[in-house]
């Protein structure tokens, strides 16, 4: 099912209530703040519906002025538990442990990707893609810096188990994956690239751990012969790369937004 050009702030629950079998949804060129509401009064009717309609593939398209797919904290959280293929994704606390592939391209407000307690839910995360987010400044946010709390947090661990390719290219704003201090694990993987990343200083600036396989590949071009290793250290990588001023370029993807 697709939806485009829709002057809408929201796509209303009630929309969808007559596709219970739903397994994908293309939204595009459209207005939408929030993606699911309940500004209508659909929540009770509604979300059993959703709740076992199997959507597996959700891709938003320039959706430039979409905050978070719907509140934090709502019953439509279950909208996400059977989501294999989600692209272009705002911030949300939203639970996607069947995610394997999250990509989002062009989406020129979105300062941040997820929040820290939806990237510990994306268990089964095996490519992560972000291409184009010119504001985008962090991947990873903190739940309470999300909210305009301080940051009080005692350090957490979030673990990407099955992640494999990270691609960073033509994010101009990037300052870097999180700023917060937690302990970020990657046991599997092999690919990371970052290109057009001009801001991109360090990995994470957090103190705690950050833990990769003994070697990674690092990728700051799209040229075979633009590649460094990576040996248990990527934020070394990184700060070497800003140095020799590597991430300035743009990649290819540039042609698409």
Not at 15 to 25: D, P
Not at 103 to 110: D, P, S, Y
Not at 167 to 191: E, G, H, I, R, V
Not at 239 to 254: A, I, M, N, T, V
Request: with cysteine; aromatic share 8%; net charge negative.
């Amino acid at each position: 099912m697709c939806i485009v050009d829709d002057d809408s702030a929201c796509l209303p629950l009630g929309l969808l209530e007559r596709f219970h079998n739903l397994e994908y949804l293309l939204l595009g060129y459209s207005s939408y703040i929030e993606i699911f509401s309940n500004e209508a009064g659909y929540l009770e009717k509604e979300v059993g519906k959703f709740a076992v309609a199997p959507i597996k593939h959700l891709q938003l398209v320039y959706l430039n002025h979409l905050k978070q797919l719907w509140k934090q904290d709502s019953k439509l959280d279950s909208i996400g538990q059977h989501l294999e293929i989600l692209r272009s994704i705002a911030s949300s606390s939203i639970s996607f442990r069947n995610l394997k592939e999250l990509q989002a391209v062009g989406c020129k407000g979105l300062k941040h990707l997820v929040t820290s307690t939806t990237a510990k839910s994306l268990e089964g995360l095996i490519s992560m893609k972000i291409f184009g987010c010119r504001a985008m400044t962090e991947v990873v946010v903190s739940d309470q810096e999300e909210d305009g709390a301080p940051n009080l947090e005692l350090k957490q661990e979030v673990v990407f188990s099955k992640l494999k390719r990270l691609d960073l290219c033509d994010l101009d704003s990037l300052t870097s994956f999180c700023p917060a201090n937690y302990a970020f694990k990657f046991p599997s993987l092999q690919d990371l690239s970052v290109i057009g990343c001009p801001k991109l200083k360090i990995f994470t600036t957090g103190t705690e751990e950050l833990r990769t396989p003994p070697r990674v590949n690092v990728w700051y071009g799209e040229r075979d012969d633009q590649l460094r290793w990576a040996s248990n250290d990527l934020n070394t990588t990184i700060q070497q790369l800003h140095l020799e001023k590597l991430l300035e370029g743009s990649s290819s993807y540039s042609m698409q937004y």
